[in-house]
Each structure stands twice: as C-alpha cells, then as structure tokens.
C-alpha cells in the first residue's frame, strides 16, 4: 500500500514522467531456457520476449545451450539501458537492509564489512524471527546503524518473504516441463523517467522544506560532477534567476567542437541512440546547441521519401526546454533535401549527450515548401495502449499543429 502511494506521486510529478512495470521485477522466479552462451555467462529467456543474464558465477552448475533451469531477477535493469537483468540460481529473500540466501549453512551468511566479527553478526541472534533452516541472512550497507527494532521488522518482513518464496518453488513445475516460466513475482520493480517539466516540478517541492536552485534536478541528471557543484553551490546559499544554461555549459559542456550523441527515448521504455555529431554552435542566452553529422548512404529519410546518401549532412538545432527540434538534412551540395521536425518531451542537453521522449506526432517539409503532420495515429496507439496520457498527447498535437503552421510557406 505504501509502495503504490509512492508510485501514485512519481507519477504524478509531472507531465513528461513515465513509469513502466518490468515484467522481470526483482526477486521474480523463473523457468528459465538457455539461449545462448558469451563471454563470462549465459543468455537466459525469461518469457517469449525477454532476456536476462546468467554470470557463470551465480551458478553452481555448467549451463550450455538449451538447458532448463530455475534463476531468480538479482538485478533488474531499466528498459533504456542496453544490458539485460542479472539473473542468478541462488534464491534470495531481497530487502532494503538485507536479505535471505538459500543455501547457506549459517545464520549470518555476511556483514557490511564482511567480517564475522561485525556487530550485526551478534545482533542477528538476539532478533526475534526464525530464519528458515538452510537460509542465511546478509546484511546490507544500510543496516549499519539502524535500530534494533527497524533491523527486526526488516528481518521480520524477509522471513515472511522467504516462506512465501519457498512455497511457491515448491508448487511450480519442474524448468525442464515448462520453460520460459514465471515462478513467483513476490514484489513490483517500476521504472520512471523523469523528463525535463518533471525535474523541475521536483525542484518546486523540493524548494518547500530547503533551499533549491532553479534547474536542481536538471542538473544534477547530467553528471557526477554537476550533481556535486549543485549540492556546493546550495550550500552557499547561491541564487539563480531561471536556469542557468549558460553557466551549466560553459563548466560541464557541451560547448564548440564537443561531440553529443541524439538519445531518442520511446515511450514503451526504450532508448534509441540515433547517432553522435560535433556541436558546431553554442548560444547561451537562448539556451541552443546546434549539431551537424555527416550520415552515411542506406535507406531513406523518414516521411521525407528522399533517399539517404553519402556525404549527406543533418543539421540539428536543439533549445533546451523546447518541445520539438528541427533538423534540415542536405546533400553533398549543398542542396537542401527537406526539414525533419521531431515533436518531443521539453529536450534536455546534457554533458554528452541531447535526450528527450519521442512522442511520435512530426512535421515534415519537403524541398518543394509542402509540409505535412505525420504519425498521428502511432501517439493514438500509445494513448490506447496506456503509454501517454492523454494530456501529453494533446499537448504534442498542439505543438506540432504550431510547428506546422511556422514553417509552412502559405
């Protein structure tokens, strides 16, 4: 009940938030199939459309291809990053203070430090649950310093865990009859992205109970050393009058000559790379980078119908918080072979990179001046399946209805 409050207010933060379930949540059980073998451990299928990965080392056994075996998600990881969830044949009772092993011969399968001799080794004894025979508990980072009561709820709740964990492997059919197989999902794993309006709304609740720069969350999501300048220049008590695009460039970048790659998020989850180009200009004030890449021969240009060919050139100009951006491609003349105009979540440009969701809704203009609106049915797609709300696709069809009477020439 308290995880779902929490869910309802990531939600919430913002129009541009996302948040997608993971049918590979953490802890979840599964009858598994191995796909393949790689360097270092073994593609697993989890179900008929999603993967994980099996390190050699949390494995008792030697797996090869096509062998059926029960794992369990360690790991799960966001559906934008490349690399698939870690899964493992160890069963555990995962928790935030510390979790259950299966398989271990002692109370205390480790400490934060690793020592047996930690305090929490000695405290574990004098907890009120019974941990289930063959099951360990290890102590995470967290549990240093944590209350006796707090350190038994939580080992409490785990035990609870463990038995329901047990049951369910109990129940379940053997991986050899029936695999790729959900076992047991004993808890959720929901992923948010939170795009640029959203930070800053963040910002604004935030700014209720401390001191926030404009652009607080903004800035901290592009890099280690951006996130410590804030909490520095927080601490100072500095103040900035809207955010300081030009500040945050000239010290994190990108600036002239840096190279950013296109990271072109979908609204399923995914993230699209659509390329890396050299940041040829940089206008503070408007808070802009524009960005040129040479592409190569293949295909065609989306809706343009024009095809895609050596010594092509897409120039792009980005603004930050803007909800659309246009990009002009042009052959190795010089000559101008349309206008692409992308409708988006606000773009954020970070260090290296210029990231945004796609909403699907675009403008076209092809060379001869006549302009288009392209994809309206593939945002409809997305509202029916539940991946935008219907007030962000209203507000992409505003949008690109503006675009489109912006650029075209009558």
């Known amino acids: 009940e308290d995880a779902a409050d929490v869910l309802d207010v990531v939600g919430d933060a913002g129009v541009d938030t996302f948040c997608w379930p993971d049918r590979a949540a ?27 990965y099996l390190p050699f080392d949390a494995t008792d056994e030697h797996v090869e291809e096509g062998d059926h075996l029960r794992v369990q998600v360690h790991d799960p990881n966001p559906w934008w990053h490349d690399d698939r969830s870690v899964v493992g044949t160890q069963l555990r009772a995962i928790g935030g203070l510390a979790s259950l092993e299966r398989g271990v011969d ?20 004098l907890l009120a649950p019974d941990v289930p025979d063959e099951w360990g508990v290890q ?12 350190l038994g709820d939580a080992l409490e709740d785990l035990v609870s865990l463990a038995n329901r964990l047990r049951e369910a492997v109990a129940d379940a059919p053997a991986p050899g009859d029936t695999a790729p197989y959900r076992v047991a999902a004993p808890e959720r794993t929901v992923w948010a992205w939170f795009g640029r309006d959203s930070r800053f709304a963040l910002d604004d609740a935030r700014r209720e109970v401390t001191a926030t720069l ?6 901290k999501a592009g890099s280690e050393a951006a996130s410590g300048a804030v909490d520095f220049a927080e601490a100072l008590g500095a103040d900035t009058d809207g955010f300081p695009f030009g500040a945050v460039t000239d010290q994190f970048g990108p600036t002239e000559g840096d190279l950013v790659a296109i990271e072109h998020g979908k609204p ?5 790379t659509l390329g890396r180009g050299e940041v040829t200009d940089r206008d503070r004030d408007a808070g802009r980078v524009t960005v040129r890449r040479e592409m190569t021969a293949g295909g065609a240009y989306d809706e343009l119908g024009v095809p895609r060919e050596d010594g092509d ?27 692409y105009l992308n409708v988006s979540t606000p773009v ?18 092809h060379a001869d001046g006549t302009v288009d609106v392209v994809d309206e049915d593939e945002l409809r797609e997305c509202v029916d399946a539940g991946l935008v709300g219907e007030e962000l696709s209203e507000q992409a069809l505003s949008v690109a209805e503006r675009v489109r009477a912006a650029v075209s020439d009558d």
């Not at 399968?109 to 001799?117: C, K, L, Q, V, Y």
Request: charged share 25%; net charge negative; hydrophobic share 40%.
């Open 26 to 52: 953490r802890g979840a059980v599964f009858n598994a199939v191995v796909e393949r073998t790689v360097r270092g451990g073994a593609v697993v299928a989890l179900s008929s459309d999603h993967e994980g």
């Open 106 to 125: 002692a109370l205390v399968a480790g400490t934060p430090d690793g020592s047996r001799n930690h305090e929490l080794a000695r405290t574990t004894e």
């Open 139 to 150: 102590w995470h980072y967290a549990a240093d310093g944590a209350s006796m009561d707090a």
């Open 214 to 219: 404009d652009g607080h969350h903004r800035v």
């Open 268 to 272: 399923d989850g995914r993230l699209i």
């Open 313 to 339: 050139v897409a120039t792009t100009r980005f603004t930050e918080g803007n909800w659309w951006y246009p990009t002009v491609y042009e052959g190795a003349d010089g000559e101008v072979k349309g206008t």
């Open 348 to 365: 954020e440009v970070f260090p290296d990179a210029v990231r945004y969701v796609d909403l699907h809704v675009d403008v076209v203009k």
